[in-house]
């Protein structure tokens, strides 16, 4: 295109082909280092480790990463990881880790972010995955182009002072032990594997990603400790495990430290009780920060003062149905449902459309059809409703579903709800 001209993209909005100045290009090995420090600056310009730049150099593929230039300047990045995604069901279904997503500061609102995302989106659909996936820096960016929060992460400062817990029978049962995290990381990462069926929106890790247990670049930070292993045992067999660190502190009234809990999973109840005790009871610490972990997770009800917990709720996953029948298809719902849904989709139109959804169970299929309409939403709602956790009835309540027919909303909401609440374990 000709610079100054302006061309309809696909959002229908006119754009200034200044976008069309930056060429994307596949990324290659040799352009790696240039790739990532432009992703860096985008993000503030703050280094990494070594360590964490060699790790992410090698498990992001280069094939399913692109780079826009201008000329000589490399001015955006965009990536996607190849994941299995745990769904409601259970079933492991291939997603496309939307990451390292960066435009150069001097290349903002140039189109250069909507070129990206249009060839990426492309590419996901021609590489057969039905769901793209991210965390998003900025929320309001993606939405524009059909992702939505579908997951949520619990924040709380628990005053381990004063808060107790109170375990299920057979806790004490469980034997505790520190292991160096590194020698224990395939001990963890084998637990981990067995517990990501268990929630909707956890990640199949790929080997190497391991590694993103035990990275130090944070070991020092605001004096915390490095980190921490204790592993979970019961007749022999690891049954869990918690990362930490430990930021002393000591005051006139004596010791304030606080544990800084990095990542905690257990196979049974009483496994994860036993360790959650543990962070509890830690020598000279009044309180346990934790992150990011799953909203309906148990120790919330163990606790003797939930006020003092500090809870905070946090937007996680983001969800994007790149195949809305492919997708729909892949999980199972609660309760059985049957239901012809008017789907809005600018960005990718091949999705827009009416689709019938019969399922349950134990399987669902999704197909065009002609029908009548019972339920009207655009491919955000989709998105955020789809791994459970987000109720198609509070977004119409909120005007982002339309009911058609007289209680389409109540069967599909409750059909696409989960028992467990869903969750993303960590970041990518």
Not at 320 to 341: H, I, S
Request: proline share 5%.
């Amino acid at each position: 295109m000709t610079t100054g001209a302006t061309t309809t993209g696909p959002t229908g909005r006119a754009t200034s082909s200044a976008a069309a100045a930056a060429e994307l290009r596949v990324l290659r090995q040799d352009d790696w280092d240039r790739w990532y420090d432009t992703l860096l600056r985008a993000f503030g310009g703050v280094p990494e480790s070594a360590e964490e730049r060699e790790m992410w150099s090698r498990l992001l593929p280069y094939e399913r990463s692109v780079g826009a230039w201008d000329g000589e300047e490399l001015v955006g990045t965009a990536g996607a990881f190849g994941f299995r995604l745990t769904v409601p069901g259970g079933a492991s279904v291939p997603a496309a880790g939307v990451t390292m997503v960066g435009v150069s500061a001097t290349h903002r609102r140039r189109g250069v972010l909507t070129s990206m995302m249009r060839r990426q989106l492309d590419d996901v659909r021609t590489w057969g995955e039905p769901l793209a996936v991210l965390t998003a820096s900025e929320p309001v960016i993606y939405g524009r182009f059909g992702y939505a929060a579908a997951s949520f992460g619990l924040h709380a400062e628990i005053d381990t002072s004063r808060v107790r817990l109170s375990v299920p029978a057979g806790t004490d049962g469980v034997r505790l032990r520190y292991v160096d995290p590194r020698a224990g990381l395939d001990v963890c990462e084998a637990v981990y594997a067995r517990t990501v069926a268990r929630r909707p929106g956890t990640l199949a890790r790929r080997p190497g990603w391991e590694r993103l247990g035990v990275l130090e670049a944070e070991a020092a930070q605001d004096g915390a400790s490095p980190l921490q292993c204790v592993l979970a045992e019961r007749d022999g067999e690891v049954t869990g495990y918690a990362r930490y660190r430990v930021r002393p502190e000591y005051t006139d009234a004596g010791h304030n430290g606080q544990v800084l809990l990095q990542d905690l999973a257990g196979l049974d109840p009483v496994s994860e009780a036993a360790l959650w005790r543990f962070l509890f009871g830690i020598d000279l610490t009044t309180s346990v920060k934790v992150r990011g972990r799953p909203l309906d997770e148990a120790w919330q009800y163990q606790v003797s003062d939930i006020r003092r917990c500090g809870l905070k709720v946090r937007d996680s996953l983001y969800v994007r149905l790149v195949d809305v029948g492919a997708a729909l298809e892949a999980r199972t719902y609660q309760a059985p449902v049957d239901v012809v849904l008017e789907v809005e989709d600018v960005f990718c139109p091949w999705n827009a459309g009416r689709w019938r959804l019969s399922g349950g169970p134990k399987g669902a299929v999704c197909e065009r059809t002609a029908d009548a309409a019972d339920l009207a939403l655009s491919v955000r709602e989709l998105g955020a409703a789809y791994l459970g956790g987000v109720s198609l009835a509070a977004l119409g309540a909120a005007g982002r579903v339309d009911e058609l027919r007289q209680g389409a909303l109540a069967e599909a909401a409750v059909g696409f709800g989960s028992p467990v609440a869903p969750w993303l374990p960590h970041g990518f």
